[in-house]
């Protein structure tokens, strides 16, 4: 396959997971987790996506030393894939009161998508030179906000209203739809896009496992005790402060949207596709800015986006303002996503791409959404949810303190 195809088929998978992001972390399964399963538990769904995480970021900076020693990335690519469609899918049987069944699949899929991004990051470098690494990291996030718009089209049209007496059948039915697109649109990247060549041998699993396990600690220390990569623990840390508050607003904002505006779920269906239309712009145009202006500036851009957003939420009064507030909220996320990656991607030692992306999408990705989304769920539950989207503003603002400080040698594409 051309090079061009292999860009899009891993483009793919993008647009094939966002499904699984859409529906269950962020528009469908939340509110009807939190409202209806655990009938009003906002803390309860802090805690799923907070365990999640924990799980994720445990596990993934080994896992990612040992896909980069194997080369087996798209066999574990394809295991979590795997775990996570199965679970959305058994999530259909989840009803009202089966709070730990509920719980647990939901950790158990978002463990799944969460760790299977360090395997899919990790092919960035491989399909495509540094010069363009913004553009096809672009090029990803966009075509994941198109197939998150999709699947919200075939959702809005299969959904009654909420006075149907068969309402909660189609809400769960919405999970079925979500694993089968995920299925369905991943394939491409295992068929068309080739691993790596590996040049690794080992005598036997168990060692494949230590040296994953000896690896993952020595880059711990290279970054941060021997600081042997001084921009890029400073990028690491800013970014788990920003993508901290990023995804409490993804796991929150449809109950935001529903306790605090009163919103149907039609109302909350359309602002989430103004969401994914305005994101499938911010990271195509994002993505192309990036490259011009490099990631660092890009970002820095779509943090003040950011801190609007989350200022705003305080403020807002009616659902238009949710509306503009939603437009703001999606051209930032499609790029400072992007970007986020892409900036990585520029830091990362070559042949060691799935290991630092392992700390990047794991210790540093997942462990960030702890924090935020137990803070979130906590005040909500003892102020409300305007208090709780306020205080985001702080994590927003120290990343981008953080990011500010970190150089960068534009004409080599290195840190200093």
Not at 379 to 391: E, F, M, Q, T
Request: a positive charge; one cysteine or more; glycine letters at 6%.
């Amino acid at each position: 396959m051309s090079k061009n195809g292999k860009i899009f088929a891993w483009t793919l998978f993008d647009f094939a997971n966002t499904a699984f992001s859409v529906i269950i972390v962020t528009v469908i399964y939340a509110k009807y987790f939190s409202n209806y399963v655990a009938q009003g538990g906002r803390s309860i769904w802090g805690l799923a996506v907070s365990i999640s995480m924990i799980l994720a970021a445990i596990l993934s900076p080994p896992l990612g030393a040992i896909a980069d020693y194997s080369r087996n990335r798209k066999r574990f690519l394809m295991l979590f894939t795997l775990l996570c469609i199965l679970c959305t899918f058994l999530m259909f049987f989840v009803r009202q009161g089966d709070v730990l069944l509920g719980l647990c699949l939901f950790v158990l899929a978002n463990l799944g998508f969460e760790a299977g991004l360090v395997f899919y990051d990790a092919f960035l470098p491989n399909i495509t030179e540094k010069k363009n690494l913004g553009r096809v990291s672009g090029y990803g996030f966009a075509m994941g906000y198109l197939g998150a718009l999709a699947v919200l089209i075939i959702s809005m049209l299969i959904i009654p209203a909420q006075t149907d007496p068969n309402y909660y059948f189609y809400i769960r039915l919405t999970f079925v739809i979500a694993a089968l697109f995920f299925l369905v649109f991943s394939l491409p990247l295992f068929i068309f896009v080739s691993e790596p060549t590996h040049s690794y041998s080992y005598e036997s699993k168990t060692q494949l496992i230590k040296m994953g396990m000896r690896r993952s600690f020595a880059t711990f220390k290279e970054i941060f005790v021997k600081n042997n990569y001084p921009s890029l623990k400073k990028f690491l840390l800013a970014f788990f402060l920003y993508n901290d508050a990023i995804i409490t607003i993804i796991a929150f904002s449809s109950i935001f949207a529903s306790d605090v505006l009163k919103m149907t779920d039609a109302q909350i269906i359309y602002f989430f596709a103004i969401v994914q239309s305005t994101a499938i712009l911010g990271a195509f145009c994002f993505g192309i800015i990036s490259d011009h202006i490099g990631p660092k500036k890009t970002i820095i851009i779509t943090l003040f986006l950011w801190i609007i957003v989350a200022v705003g939420s305080f403020f807002i009064q009616s659902i238009v303002q949710f509306y503009f507030l939603g437009f703001t909220a999606g051209l930032a996320i499609g790029s400072s996503q992007s970007c986020s990656r892409s900036l990585m991607a520029l830091l990362t030692p070559k042949e060691r791409e799935a290991e630092f992306f392992g700390f990047y999408d794991g210790l540093f990705g997942k462990s960030s959404a702890i924090i935020g989304p137990l803070v979130f769920g906590i005040i909500s539950d003892i102020l409300n949810p305007r208090y709780a989207s306020l205080s985001l503003s702080i994590f927003f603002v120290s990343g981008l303190i953080l990011l500010s400080q970190v150089k960068i040698n534009y004409s080599s594409n290195k840190l200093k």
